[in-house]
């Protein structure tokens, strides 16, 4: 089963703790254990770079219903597994992409890559701990 839930929470000094929300880590350890916690990691991981995909394909072709759609995925996908500041950003660039400014939109975008970046690094080191 990997790392204890008290080992995994102690251990949060890392890019963890600035990209994923503890909290909802220790919850989803307490649900079903690190197996768990892997499991979505990796789910979330494929969700959100498909998301990012089909994003990238509506902004160039200037698409704002199919940007609301990859966007919202983003933002409830992260929010799961607790990277409010990756939800918060794909929510304002899903609110962008509503209102046809997909200009906005195209900024937040990123913003939003790089931001999909540090949760993909903190997701690898939190999933390391949980296999270690």
């Known amino acids: 089963m990997g790392d204890s839930q008290a080992e995994l929470s102690v ?3 890392d890019n963890t703790a600035s990209e994923l929300d503890q909290s909802i880590i220790d919850d ?4 079903g254990g690190s197996d768990l916690v892997d499991e979505l990691a990796t789910l979330c991981c494929e969700d959100i770079t498909r998301a990012t995909r089909d994003l990238d394909q509506a902004l160039t072709d200037n698409d704002a219903p199919a940007a609301v759609r990859a966007a919202h995925s983003i933002a409830g996908v992260s ?10 950003i794909a929510r304002t660039l899903e609110n962008a992409a509503r209102l046809g ?10 913003e939003l890559v790089a931001c999909w970046g540090q949760v993909l690094r903190a997701l690898d080191e939190m999933t390391a701990r949980t296999v270690g």
């Open 11 to 13: 251990n949060r000094k």
């Open 101 to 110: 400014d997909l200009v906005d939109a195209g900024v937040l975008r990123v």
């Open 79 to 88: 929010a799961s597994i607790g990277a409010a500041r990756l939800a918060d």
């Open 28 to 31: 989803l350890l307490v649900l």
